[in-house]
């Protein structure tokens, strides 16, 4: 399927050029350089100019197949992204039969020659590598694996224990002076490389002061930079500041990291800082804030700054999340952004696995939107020139609510934001009402039982295109009578005290309509009794796990039995809620990741007596976004 999407494409582009479409700006920009990536102050620079990016993250070239390497790369090029981070560490058992340190101090050429090609194939095709020398966590033999080999104890003896450092010293020696068997050329000397990482994801759990990992990394990257003075070096972390008496676990240093200063160091050239909402129970909102956090504090250390991991689950809303995010990268001037994450095919050019719910493959909306993106910051690197003006926006749709409109419409490529324009006549005039970066656009405070007529027109810096095709919608009042669609809930665990929330949902119509499950998103409030980081899973669905979405975020709201809420939405392609049915049960859970307790006995939406499905009003429904069924906690 994949294949022929890709042939689709090129016959499309093809056409495109026939008939004289405007098409992205193919000018090659400064990644393709076989220059050195620097620094200047809070930039990146290649060939003496200013170098900004968009690109993504892989972990299986260094064991996969050069076929299913090459299929991404290609992507990578489709996608006009310059700079892909991969994993150079294998420690302990093969996998695929490739292995890069089986033992300490034996280099194994099954997983090293794989290494070799990855860096020769982006050399290729005009992407920059981002290469991290040891795992945080236990895939591919992280740190625990170096502290078993040396019975060091714990995890964070990897920082201290002497053989250890030495170890891993004598690891990063070996792969800075390997000679690539296709290139000839050590990796040290090779510009296809643009940054070593001292580690993914370090933590230090055992020192809350930061110390640990600051002097461990001051002492790491002042010995890269003494073996290779071409490349850049960063920590690999993700971004958790260390402000004391802070309780947020995020701020307050709960996780042994000091991003502050860390990016501060004198042989760190650059900070990078992850973004994962639903594995640390925020909201895609809550993310905004922390992307401009790390921006401006970057640019006041002078340092640039990369959002080098993110990704959101949540598929329904996903691209209008990436959208808000990846609009306060280029908006604050952040360096680079590098999504979690690009796959592509397998040998048998099935799809690679969706294994943690952020495969973004393409071509897919989201890779268009990515693609969009990566044009906008190309466009700010030396050499990439400005693009051609945006063409007008396609599918514009409108969707009344009570005192507002809801709109959406198809990505442009090369738009770096969009105008809403709004009319009390369909033959105008049309005013301006709003601009945004993403592809939805909520017009509120309207006078209901009115028509609104809308248009939207795209912009970059070249210049704003046409006004799109008009869509119009009438606000109204929800029905304050019995409401066609409902939720049923059902108590899904006996004990009101234990490790899992089990609320077990299906939403029901009793209308004469069949209602899109796509409009529908459902929330489930209650008490989180803390702040450790939560987890959604389902265990079944009538529609299909694989058609639900489930997001869990802080309510905002002043109720102590309602400080957090589930909220679960649907993919497109679900399907309806026919007339006179129901969507049948879903059976979801929520753990924290730490598996502690919650007490669930006053939490809003909570009913033990629902041993059956019944009609729920404190589990609430909202349509398009607007409350259709329930009611919310204060």
Same mark, same amino acid.
């Given at each position: 399927?994949?294949?022929?999407?890709?042939?689709?494409?090129?016959?499309?582009?093809?056409?495109?050029?026939?008939?004289?479409?405007?098409?992205?700006?193919?000018?090659?920009?400064?990644?393709?350089?076989?220059?050195?990536?620097?620094?200047?102050?809070?930039?990146?620079?290649?060939?003496?100019?200013?170098?900004?990016?968009?690109?993504?993250?892989?972990?299986?070239?260094?064991?996969?197949?050069?076929?299913?390497?090459?299929?991404?790369?290609?992507?990578?090029?489709?996608?006009?992204?310059?700079?892909?981070?991969?994993?150079?560490?294998?420690?302990?058992?093969?996998?695929?039969?490739?292995?890069?340190?089986?033992?300490?101090?034996?280099?194994?050429?099954?997983?090293?020659?794989?290494?070799?090609?990855?860096?020769?194939?982006?050399?290729?095709?005009?992407?920059?590598?981002?290469?991290?020398?040891?795992?945080?966590?236990?895939?591919?033999?992280?740190?625990?694996?170096?502290?078993?080999?040396?019975?060091?104890?714990?995890?964070?003896?990897?920082?201290?224990?002497?053989?250890?450092?030495?170890?891993?010293?004598?690891?990063?020696?070996?792969?800075?002076?390997?000679?690539?068997?296709?290139?000839?050329?050590?990796?040290?000397?090779?510009?296809?490389?643009?940054?070593?990482?001292?580690?993914?994801?370090?933590?230090?759990?055992?020192?809350?002061?930061?110390?640990?990992?600051?002097?461990?990394?001051?002492?790491?990257?002042?010995?890269?930079?003494?073996?290779?003075?071409?490349?850049?070096?960063?920590?690999?972390?993700?971004?958790?500041?260390?402000?004391?008496?802070?309780?947020?676990?995020?701020?307050?240093?709960?996780?042994?990291?000091?991003?502050?200063?860390?990016?501060?160091?004198?042989?760190?050239?650059?900070?990078?800082?992850?973004?994962?909402?639903?594995?640390?129970?925020?909201?895609?909102?809550?993310?905004?804030?922390?992307?401009?956090?790390?921006?401006?504090?970057?640019?006041?250390?002078?340092?640039?700054?990369?959002?080098?991991?993110?990704?959101?689950?949540?598929?329904?809303?996903?691209?209008?999340?990436?959208?808000?995010?990846?609009?306060?990268?280029?908006?604050?001037?952040?360096?680079?952004?590098?999504?979690?994450?690009?796959?592509?095919?397998?040998?048998?050019?099935?799809?690679?696995?969706?294994?943690?719910?952020?495969?973004?493959?393409?071509?897919?909306?989201?890779?268009?939107?990515?693609?969009?993106?990566?044009?906008?910051?190309?466009?700010?690197?030396?050499?990439?020139?400005?693009?051609?003006?945006?063409?007008?926006?396609?599918?514009?749709?409108?969707?009344?609510?009570?005192?507002? +409109?809801?709109?959406?419409?198809?990505? %442009?490529? @090369?738009? =770096?934001? $969009?105008?809403?324009?709004? &009319?009390?006549? !369909?033959? *105008?005039?049309?005013?301006?009402?709003?601009?945004?970066?993403?592809? +939805?656009?909520?017009?509120?405070?309207? %006078?209901? @039982?009115? =028509?609104? $007529?809308?248009?939207?027109? &795209?912009?970059? !810096?070249? *210049?704003?295109?046409?006004?799109?095709?008009?869509?119009?919608?009438?606000?109204?009042?929800?029905?304050?009578?019995?409401?066609?669609?409902?939720?049923?809930?059902?108590?899904?665990?006996?004990?009101?005290?234990?490790?899992?929330?089990?609320?077990?949902?299906?939403?029901?119509?009793?209308?004469?309509?069949?209602?899109?499950?796509?409009?529908?998103?459902?929330?489930?409030?209650?008490?989180?009794?803390?702040?450790?980081?939560?987890?959604?899973?389902?265990?079944?669905?009538?529609?299909?796990?694989?058609?639900?979405?489930?997001?869990?975020?802080?309510?905002?709201?002043?109720?102590?039995?309602?400080?957090?809420?589930?909220?679960?939405?649907?993919?497109?392609?679900?399907?309806?809620?026919?007339?006179?049915?129901?969507?049948?049960?879903?059976?979801?859970?929520?753990?924290?990741?730490?598996?502690?307790?919650?007490?669930?006995?006053?939490?809003?939406?909570?009913?033990?007596?629902?041993?059956?499905?019944?009609?729920?009003?404190?589990?609430?429904?909202?349509?398009?976004?607007?409350?259709?069924?329930?009611?919310?906690?204060?």
């Amino acid at each position: 399927m994949k294949q022929q999407l890709k042939r689709l494409m090129i016959f499309s582009l093809a056409l495109a050029m026939v008939c004289g479409w405007t098409t992205a700006d193919t000018k090659a920009s400064a990644a393709d350089s076989d220059a050195f990536v620097t620094t200047s102050g809070s930039k990146f620079q290649l060939d003496g100019e200013d170098f900004y990016f968009a690109g993504t993250n892989n972990y299986y070239f260094h064991y996969k197949s050069q076929k299913m390497v090459d299929d991404v790369f290609a992507d990578m090029v489709a996608m006009n992204l310059k700079v892909i981070r991969i994993w150079g560490f294998h420690n302990g058992q093969p996998q695929d039969n490739a292995v890069l340190q089986p033992t300490p101090g034996v280099y194994d050429e099954s997983g090293f020659t794989k290494l070799d090609y990855a860096i020769y194939k982006a050399g290729q095709s005009g992407v920059k590598l981002v290469i991290p020398f040891v795992n945080n966590w236990d895939d591919f033999g992280g740190m625990n694996q170096y502290v078993a080999w040396f019975n060091a104890g714990s995890h964070d003896a990897f920082y201290t224990n002497a053989s250890i450092k030495q170890a891993y010293k004598n690891y990063v020696n070996y792969m800075l002076n390997r000679v690539n068997t296709y290139t000839g050329v050590k990796y040290k000397d090779d510009p296809a490389i643009m940054a070593w990482e001292l580690a993914n994801e370090p933590r230090a759990q055992s020192d809350t002061t930061g110390n640990k990992l600051v002097n461990w990394a001051d002492e790491m990257s002042t010995y890269v930079k003494s073996l290779d003075t071409n490349h850049l070096v960063a920590v690999g972390d993700e971004g958790f500041y260390n402000i004391p008496g802070h309780s947020d676990w995020m701020y307050g240093g709960g996780e042994g990291v000091d991003w502050e200063r860390l990016i501060t160091l004198p042989n760190i050239d650059y900070g990078t800082f992850h973004l994962y909402p639903d594995h640390w129970n925020r909201t895609a909102e809550w993310g905004t804030q922390w992307i401009i956090d790390h921006i401006e504090d970057g640019n006041a250390a002078q340092k640039p700054v990369v959002l080098e991991e993110f990704g959101y689950q949540n598929q329904a809303t996903r691209n209008q999340v990436y959208a808000a995010w990846l609009g306060a990268v280029e908006q604050y001037g952040g360096a680079g952004s590098q999504f979690w994450i690009l796959t592509g095919i397998q040998d048998d050019d099935t799809l690679y696995p969706d294994y943690d719910g952020f495969r973004v493959v393409y071509p897919s909306a989201t890779a268009t939107l990515l693609t969009n993106h990566a044009n906008v910051m190309n466009a700010k690197s030396g050499g990439g020139g400005t693009g051609p003006t945006p063409t007008a926006p396609q599918g514009v749709t409108a969707t009344a609510g009570n005192g507002q +409109t809801a709109l959406s419409w198809q990505a %442009v490529s @090369g738009a =770096t934001s $969009y105008n809403i324009k709004r &009319a009390a006549s !369909s033959t *105008g005039p049309f005013a301006t009402v709003g601009t945004t970066s993403s592809t +939805t656009y909520v017009n509120t405070g309207l %006078v209901n @039982g009115t =028509t609104y $007529y809308y248009t939207v027109s &795209a912009v970059n !810096s070249a *210049g704003e295109s046409g006004n799109s095709l008009q869509a119009s919608a009438t606000p109204a009042l929800p029905n304050t009578g019995t409401s066609e669609l409902k939720v049923q809930y059902k108590n899904g665990d006996s004990a009101a005290l234990d490790n899992q929330l089990k609320p077990q949902l299906r939403i029901v119509n009793s209308g004469t309509t069949a209602v899109p499950l796509h409009e529908l998103t459902i929330r489930y409030w209650y008490s989180a009794d803390g702040t450790q980081p939560q987890t959604f899973d389902c265990d079944y669905a009538t529609v299909g796990c694989s058609n639900l979405s489930g997001s869990i975020a802080t309510s905002g709201k002043t109720s102590a039995n309602a400080d957090s809420y589930l909220e679960i939405s649907f993919g497109t392609g679900t399907g309806n809620v026919t007339a006179g049915g129901h969507t049948g049960e879903m059976q979801t859970r929520i753990h924290k990741n730490d598996w502690s307790n919650y007490m669930e006995t006053n939490d809003y939406s909570y009913n033990a007596a629902n041993t059956a499905f019944a009609d729920a009003s404190r589990v609430t429904l909202y349509r398009s976004g607007v409350l259709v069924w329930g009611e919310e906690p204060s």
